[in-house]
């Protein structure tokens, strides 16, 4: 199958959509004290990175240094938040395994591999941890949610969106991998499909910033 080249110049600039869409429902919506404040951070700090990684691919420019800082904000601020659900004995781990991502990030991209290639080592680590995180966050809101309309807590709503994102990044880094060597189309279509699983993970959390209500449960 062949690949319209105006395919891949238009699919990075459009995938700056549904991450400003949820960046301003969040900023309309979420309060500062908020749990959800530190999704509102991460739909800006990824819309940063989408104008940088954007600029710098229709000039045809190396942006994977862009991917590997960006995954540090990434799984720094989905731990704070999933963590923000509980107690601080608790909460302290998040500083642990943020540390230890951080730290694993930076030596696979400046020992082990070039910093401007794609490596899937730490992607894999993160997609492979937010999954097992998002499992335990249903049995959480399962717990916690006797006699409450759980399609209205914004909790179900942004994890629903990290385990679909991660799932599915999970098993599209496994095959790219593999294919990238083996077929130039094969691999822009992984591409794309990753862009489109990008796409749903931002509206799921658009929805998840809506239902934020206006009064924060406390942690447990």
Known sequence: MHIDK???FYIPNLAFIPIAFAMIVGLRKVKFT????????????????????????NKQMNNILVSHIYSILEF????FY???????????????????????VIVQAFVFHNPFEMNWVPRT???????????????????????????NQPLFWINSAALLYFSSNLLLFYFSSYVAQLSYNLNITIWVMHVIFM????????????KTPRIQPSSI
């Open 6 to 8: 105006d395919i891949l």
């Open 34 to 57: 908020a749990n959800e404040k530190w999704i509102v951070v991460l739909t800006g700090i990824a819309c940063v990175s989408q104008i940088v990684s954007t600029i710098l691919w």
């Open 76 to 79: 720094t601020l989905l731990i």
């Open 82 to 104: 999933f963590t923000s659900y509980f107690t601080r004995n608790l909460r302290k781990w998040a500083v642990v395994l943020t540390t230890l991502f951080t730290c694993i």
């Open 125 to 151: 680590i993160e997609s492979a941890v937010m999954i097992a995180i998002s499992l335990f966050m249903y049995g959480f809101i399962m717990k916690t949610s006797s006699g409450i309309n759980i399609w």
């Open 199 to 210: 796409t749903l993970y931002y509206l799921l959390i658009s929805i998840g910033l809506w």
